[in-house]
């Protein structure tokens, strides 16, 4: 069965832009011509994602709005002589679009939540907006491939992983390995997941970075997980739940991730992408 599905949680506040972000999305900051959120978007099309379905909070609403065909608008561009500019945005019309609200910030699996009802029965994409992967493949596609090398095991769980410098792994969901593929050294079956550990006790530091591939089952389970505060449902922690139930592997993603979530990694993405 092939993944036609992706949800993109793209309803944080983005803090660290202010006061940009105080009236534009995050996500709108622009990369050569294009805002970030087109490029998560054609990262999907590419990979052949047909409905794509946006977590948003109030006030992004500018997200969807993006993506909708605007006839008014190409009329005048037609009239202009810039129709050259429709094209760039044709390729969106395929797409079934589809936007939930996430009215508060409870933890990334608390926005994936909110889309619970979409999803069909097929596994879904996950494509969090502040990581990219530079190179031949995007991160999503990386995932894709990883799963087609599984055959029987399809509906595993993947996650995407960068070896990070072990200094840094208590700032990200470190994962805990039990064996690579004997023929694909980059997929790695998973026993165990760690939340921000100290690098001291750290398993790896093969660290989560922004793309997953789940099953219907482990969005089934978000609700009956919180963290330790009990006020966030981490996805995470869902994932730990599933250790030994269901098969759980992380590919080590190829190329360069840029983490656009700070100012300084926008401003690498904006000379690297540009």
Not at 25 to 32: M, R, S, V, Y
Not at 170 to 178: A, K, L, M, Q
Not at 208 to 237: A, F, H, Q, W
Request: with cysteine; hydrophobic share 35%.
């Amino acid at each position: 069965m092939s993944i036609t599905q992706a949800i993109l949680p793209v309803a944080g506040l983005g803090t660290r832009f202010l006061p940009w972000t105080k009236v534009v999305p995050k996500e709108f900051l622009p990369i050569g011509p294009k805002p970030m959120i087109a490029l998560l978007v054609e990262e999907c099309i590419d990979a052949g994602i047909t409905d794509i379905c946006f977590v948003i909070s109030p006030g992004k609403e500018i997200i969807p709005e993006y993506f909708k065909k605007n006839k008014r608008w190409e009329e005048g561009l037609y009239a202009c002589g810039k129709a050259d500019k429709i094209a760039d945005m044709a390729r969106y019309d395929a797409i079934r679009f589809h936007t939930v609200y996430q009215y508060d910030q409870c933890g990334d699996g608390h926005a994936i939540l909110q889309a619970a009802d979409w999803v069909q029965e097929g596994p879904v994409a996950i494509l969090f907006g502040d990581d990219y992967f530079t190179g031949k493949e995007s991160g999503i596609a990386q995932l894709l491939h990883a799963r087609h090398l599984l055959g029987s095991e399809k509906n595993s769980v993947i996650i995407a992983l960068e070896n990070i410098p072990k200094e840094e792994t208590s700032h990200y969901g470190i994962v805990d390995i039990e064996h690579n593929h004997p023929d694909h050294p980059r997929l790695k079956r998973l026993k165990g997941l760690v939340e921000k550990p100290d690098p001291k006790v750290a398993p790896s530091t093969f660290g989560i970075v922004g793309r997953y591939l789940i099953p219907k089952e482990t969005i089934d389970l978000l609700p009956t997980i919180t963290s330790k505060s009990g006020d966030e449902i981490r996805l995470i922690n869902v994932l730990i739940k599933q250790l030994g139930t269901i098969p759980i592997y992380g590919y080590e993603c190829e190329g360069t991730r840029i983490d656009t979530g700070t100012p300084e990694g926008y401003r690498k993405a904006v000379q690297i992408l540009t």
